[in-house]
């Protein structure tokens, strides 16, 4: 393992959560800028893209898998073929942080590596008086106990949405400047405003 950053041209991401929580939601807001009211439960569905930036082909997949039904083998499979992770649950639902938990168990498992980049977000920011999870209480156990990124989003509202991939790529060794859905967006993407608060960037741990 080393810690200087190597410049990597394929990524291989893959959200995981409880049913409903938004992954999907997440994802398309990344890719197309939308959002779907209605929930539609995905079995598994990957998002494979191939840009060329600066004469250095770039490969992303993007692997949306299912909360709603149980697949254990397609998980454990999506789990050993990716290179970071998006575990998301919802602000409302505190079951669904329960099941991140248990996610992170099986991805440290079947990874055996303390240092897999993970980035746990909160969704549904935007249903403010349903709230049900307090952002102080997983700050802490996300980043200090863990060691991984925490973040809060609504892809409803699109906020933090960039933040996430931002944060994905940058751990999965991706240079975020051969995005191109982040170079696109960069204009219109709220640097500060809507962040999470300052965080101690010395625990993040790159693998090479
Ligand atoms: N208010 C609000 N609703 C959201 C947000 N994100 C997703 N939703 C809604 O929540 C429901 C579920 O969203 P999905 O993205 O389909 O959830 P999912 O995690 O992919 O669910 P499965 O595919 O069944 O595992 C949909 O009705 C979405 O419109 C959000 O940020 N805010
Ligand atoms: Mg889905």
Redesign the pocket.
Known sequence: MSFEVKEKAEVRLVFL?A???????LIQRFLRDT????????VEELHRKEYEVGGIKVTISIM?T???YSFPAMRKLSIQNSDAFAL?YAVDDPDSLEAVKRLREEILEVKEDKCTPIVVIG??I??HTERRVSSEDVLSTVEMDWNHIFLE?????NVNVMEVFRELFQHANLPIQLSPALCRRRETFPKESNRRPPMNKTNSCLIS
């Open positions: 959560g049913g409903g929580v938004g992954k999907t939601a959002f779907e009211p209605k929930h539609r439960r995905t949306d299912s909360g709603s998301v969704n549904k935007d249903r989003s609504s892809a409803k509202d």
